[in-house]
């Protein structure tokens, strides 16, 4: 019922940038929080940045001061924006939209993934 699609992954070198876009789709009524999450090889899948639809953004504390994520409430749109990348940013970064409600029923809350971006920093 509702598609999550990220773009804007690909290979960078060592201090250059990326924006990675996810377009949210289906019969959504609204959605409370939306965020990007990475998972490396070998490791869990890890919190990058969250935006509620109102109120303050979150990060990680690896990436504080390089990304920045944000929202277009109209279209379902989350961003983020990623400044000076270095190599341990290397993962598949997943779109997430949480607190979603439906057009029917809207009584209820779901929670949804994309299948995620690759982003690979060489040095």
């Known amino acids: 019922q509702v598609q999550l699609v990220e773009s804007g992954g690909g290979l960078v070198q060592a201090g250059g940038s990326l924006r990675l876009s996810c377009a949210a789709s289906?019969?959504?009524?609204?959605?409370?929080?939306m965020g990007w999450y990475r998972q490396s090889p070998g490791t869990q899948r890890e919190l990058v940045a969250t935006?509620?639809?109102?109120?303050?953004?979150n990060y990680a504390d690896s990436v504080k001061d390089r990304f920045t994520i944000s929202r277009d409430n109209a279209k379902n749109m989350v961003y983020l924006q990623m400044n000076g990348l270095k190599p341990e940013d290397t993962a598949v970064y997943y779109c997430?939209?949480?607190?979603?409600?439906?057009?029917?029923?809207?009584?209820?809350?779901?929670?949804?993934w994309g299948e995620g971006t690759q982003v690979t920093v060489s040095s």
């Open positions: 997430n939209a949480a607190g979603v409600r439906l057009t029917t029923p809207q009584w209820a809350y779901h929670n949804y």
């Open positions: 289906g019969s959504i009524f609204s959605i409370n929080a």
């Open positions: 935006i509620p639809s109102g109120g303050s953004t």
